[in-house]
Nanobody
């Protein structure tokens, strides 16, 4: 069992920045896939960014490329999502998640089959 806890959400104006943090109760350096997801009002949950700790491969949704960065602090078992140039469309509940990955995810599997989820942190971007 892995417990995940997000923090760092808030309300910002368009163009602003936020850093989300996720504390893991488990060792994130083991062969894992770690990801950030979001669910906007009236929308389905979508993958935003993920990382495979085996080789450090990172993946981003097209809508956030160049604006969001996922990073890790293995010593502290922390996962971060730096979000810059935020847009109103980025509004939503943001969740971190993890699953065991023995190999690098194949294309299309970067955001599938995650087992452990945090409770989320709200991000609101106003225009």
């Amino acid at each position: 069992q892995v417990n995940l806890a997000e923090s760092g959400g808030g309300s910002v104006h368009a163009g602003g920045s936020l850093r989300l943090s996720c504390a893991s109760s488990g060792d994130i350096d083991s062969l894992s896939c770690l990801g950030w997801f979001r669910q906007g009002p009236g929308k389905e949950r979508e993958g935003v960014a993920s990382v495979f700790t085996g080789d450090g491969s990172k993946y981003y949704a097209d809508s956030v490329k160049g604006r969001f960065t996922i990073s890790l602090d293995g010593a502290k078992n922390m996962i971060f999502l730096d979000m810059n140039n935020l847009e109103p469309e980025d509004t939503g509940m943001y969740y971190c998640a993890s699953r065991l990955c023995r190999v690098r995810p194949t294309s299309g599997d970067e955001y599938t089959d995650f087992d452990y989820w945090g409770r989320g942190t709200q991000v609101t971007v106003s225009s």
